[in-house]
């Protein structure tokens, strides 16, 4: 039985504060809902993004009052939509800030929540570093968001390379798996397309990934070509590198379709490690 999904991925440059974020999301958030779009996915850090030598130091505020959020849940229930926050950065309690994502539904009401797993520390070269620890603290659990097109598993850039997490996340019942994302040009090019392609091939589950595209304020690019993944590994919708709104058509009884075909995660077993008697990996 056939059960389709118009979606738009928003890709947006990386801005400096929440007042041009949201100048910069809300034209084209309007644009894909005037094309039919029932769900709008927006990348991380979409409400400001900066570094500060190795440091990611975006434009933080409590969730309640956080200006971007706000605006975005007031479109939605404007609009009617649901919206997938990709990310933005919310004050924490320990002096950091979370990068947090959220589902809003239609009413404009916060639907649910994921702060990020895993964090950015990397030296791509000499002059090249991020420490996102250094300014975000990390997250804890897995999160699924039910909503009346599918179950959707969130998770957020960095988190793309931790192919257990997509694995639990699909185990546990997601038929779309999300990977917000401000990739970095450099690795962008060497391992968006391929990442994005494995997690849906491996677990047989649609992958949506949108990324923020152009220069960081304060240092670095990001790598865009957002991207729709069936579940057999086929690029449905790829936005490029520029600024805009990215349209797919899905038909979530493909994730059906396709574990049927290559039963993967039911054909999971536990193991030994070699020379580590006793020791179990799932």
């Avoid at 990348?43 to 975005?72: K, Q, R, S, W």
């Amino acid at each position: 039985m056939s059960r389709p999904v118009d979606l738009a991925c928003l890709q947006t440059r990386p801005m400096p504060d929440f007042a041009s974020a949201l100048n910069e999301v809300l034209p084209l958030a309007q644009e894909a809902v005037e094309t039919d779009a029932q769900i709008l996915f927006l990348p991380e850090y979409c409400g400001g993004l900066m570094t500060e030598g190795a440091a990611v130091v975006p434009p933080a505020a409590p969730e309640g009052a956080h200006p971007f959020l706000n605006d975005i849940r007031q479109f939605a229930r404007d609009a009617g939509v649901w919206i997938n926050v990709g990310s933005v950065a919310v004050d924490g309690s320990d002096g950091r800030i979370i990068n947090r994502g959220y589902m809003i539904d239609p009413s404009g009401a916060l639907h649910g929540r994921y702060d990020k797993i895993h964090m950015f520390d990397i030296q791509l070269s000499e002059d090249e570093i991020y420490r996102e620890s250094d300014r975000v603290s990390p997250g804890a659990q897995a999160v699924i968001h039910d909503t009346p097109f599918g179950r959707i598993g969130h998770t957020i850039c960095y988190d793309l390379r931790f192919p257990d997490l997509f694995r639990s996340l699909a185990k546990a019942g997601a038929e779309i798996l999300i990977c917000p994302a401000a990739f970095t040009q450099k690795t962008g090019e060497a391992h968006w397309h391929v990442l994005n392609r494995a997690r849906a091939i491996e677990n047989t589950r649609f992958v949506v990934s949108c990324c923020a595209i152009g220069d960081v304020p304060g240092g670095g690019a990001c790598f865009g070509h957002s991207l729709v993944v069936s579940p057999w590994g086929d690029v449905v919708a790829d936005g490029g590198a520029a600024p805009g709104v990215v349209h797919a058509r899905i038909d979530l009884e493909h994730v059906t379709q396709s574990a049927a075909r290559i039963p993967s995660l039911q054909a999971d077993r536990p193991y030994q490690l070699a020379g580590t008697p006793g020791r179990s990996v799932a």
